[in-house]
């Protein structure tokens, strides 16, 4: 899923005397300590197989890879996946059950995990991470909490900021000074910036030219979340669980996305529009808005800049739908969890621990994302800037800072590169965004009935309202579909089975 993916490329290859230049400089502040303060003892041979961003991916040679193994007394055999292949290759690997020692999923929300979860599979974490002073600090309470399958921690979580990501409108601040006109905080203010945008040459060319929204409907499924008041495709009413597709303010949403196609505020093609073609449209400097993570204002903005110099992106905080309630997106504080099979002896499983207790711990968490001090990064004015040598050794450029993630909002909000100002009005609008708090229902509730059935009703949903959006098929028709589905009894099966799962965990709390 888009919301956690951060934009990462790589133009820089290492060669062989960057790697050893590298692991020279390495040696002075490496030093032979280990986590455990035993010396001697042969290091821990660990596999794992986890994700990775970049597109050049380190091997062994990285001079962070051997700093993490000296520190951890580990001999380190990472498999790394890339976002388009990890989906399949750990699916393929469940079932095979032929797993190495930590294994990457990127959701708990897996059918065949949570069944060998339930059959054992995996080791239970909850009694040893209160001996890892780094796993168990204070704030990371939340995101161990939230990973929890059946009251139980089965699971490492990788921390992932709480807000500051999600697809959410961000827009050109250039072309509101031009306009005059201030960031919209409710649906209606933004309809009116977008109609603006189509009618006040923003841009000032005397031109007609401006693209006012570059979205897909993938990225507005947020319009829901708003009409709804919820995050997720579930909203509590009267204590119960609801899918959000079937109420009346999913067609409300609709109704405003259709409004704006009509407009045409959005792309003539939006229908057929992937994530990808919204990127390069926006970047291509004529349009006025688009739904992005925080981090995009310089990810996208800089490039953006390449076109159009004056381009300056700002994200939006919070929309209100027409009752006045606030919406923002946020998730859990992680992003994909490590699991450790029972097949793993106890002493090695502790062994593990341990080495993910120095990668969240505030040395091992600067380490894996900056690299070393004056080498990698340089302090400059409080700010840790990317040197050559960074840059060559593919520091921060995904790779080693995916395995464990930085324990701090810079995850969704920064970006290297980042001008102070835009990273301060970063930290000030994700604060203001931290106040608005929007349910989440279903967060943390597991069915396979869910996982089975729910894609293919989900599918069907998208594929009408997308008609109804473009015209090709009436509100009408879409009123009759909804009244149908509401009398789906696969829809009423899963709602029933979350509705279980949802009073399981209030039980458990
Ligand atoms: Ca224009």
Request: include cysteine.
């Amino acid at each position: 899923m888009e919301f956690k993916r951060k934009k990462q490329s790589s133009v820089f290859k290492t060669s062989l005397l960057l790697i050893l230049s590298g692991s020279l400089l390495l040696t002075g502040c490496g030093g032979k300590n280990n986590a455990t303060g035993e010396g001697d003892e042969a290091p821990t041979k660990i596999t794992m197989q986890t994700l990775n961003y970049a597109q050049d991916m380190v091997d062994n040679s990285s001079p962070l890879w051997q700093e993490l193994e000296k520190k951890t007394n580990t001999e380190l055999e990472i498999t790394w996946l890339t976002p388009t292949t990890i989906q399949d290759k750990v699916n393929v690997m469940l079932a095979s059950g032929d797993l190495p020692d930590v294994t990457f999923v990127e959701s708990l929300n897996n059918s065949q995990l949570q069944k060998m979860i339930q059959q054992g599979v995996f080791w239970d974490l909850s009694p040893y991470i209160k001996d890892y002073p780094n796993l168990s600090r204070p704030d990371l309470a939340q995101m161990w909490e939230d990973s929890k399958v059946n009251g139980k921690n089965y699971a490492i979580p990788r921390y992932y900021p709480s807000y500051g990501g999600g697809m959410f409108p961000m827009l050109r601040k250039d072309w509101l000074d031009n306009l005059g006109l201030e960031v919209p905080t409710t649906m209606d203010e933004f309809f009116d910036v977008l109609v603006a945008f189509r009618d006040k040459d923003p841009n000032g060319n005397g031109q007609k030219d401006e693209i006012p929204y570059a979205t897909a409907p993938t990225s507005l499924l947020f319009v829901y979340g708003i009409y709804n008041e919820t995050l997720g495709n579930w909203k509590l009413k009267d204590g119960k669980l609801v899918p959000i597709i079937t109420e009346d303010a999913s067609r409300d949403a609709l109704l405003w996305i259709k409004k704006a196609f009509d407009e045409g505020l959005l792309p003539k093609d939006f229908a057929i529009m992937k994530f990808s073609q919204v990127v390069d449209l926006f970047r291509g400097g004529k349009v006025g808005a688009s739904d992005f993570s925080m981090n995009a204002v310089w990810g996208h903005g800089k490039v953006i800049k390449e076109v159009d110099p004056e381009a300056e992106l700002i994200p939006t905080t919070y929309l209100e739908n027409p009752n006045g309630v606030k919406y923002t997106p946020s998730g859990p504080p992680y992003y994909g969890v490590y699991l450790i099979p029972k097949k793993v002896p106890e002493e090695k499983m502790k062994k593990i621990l341990e080495l993910f207790d120095y990668g969240n711990s505030p040395e091992g968490n600067v380490m894996m994302y900056h690299g070393f001090k004056d080498v990698h990064y340089k302090e400059v004015n409080g700010k840790k800037e990317l040197t050559e040598q960074g840059k060559k050794d593919m520091v921060g450029d995904g790779n080693m800072s995916n395995l464990f993630h930085l324990i701090s909002d810079d995850m969704s909000i920064g970006f290297v590169g980042m001008p102070d100002e835009l990273y301060e009005r970063n930290v000030q609008i994700v604060n203001e965004r931290k106040k608005v708090q929007v349910p989440d229902p279903s967060r943390g509730l597991y069915s396979d009935t869910y996982n089975r059935l729910y894609p293919e009703i989900e599918k069907k949903v998208e594929d009408m309202r997308t008609k109804v959006i473009i015209g090709l098929e009436t509100i009408e028709a879409y009123d009759q579909f909804i009244e149908q589905l509401k009398q789906d009894k696969n829809l009423q099966l899963i709602t029933e089975e979350m509705n279980k799962e949802y009073e399981k965990k209030m039980a458990s709390e």
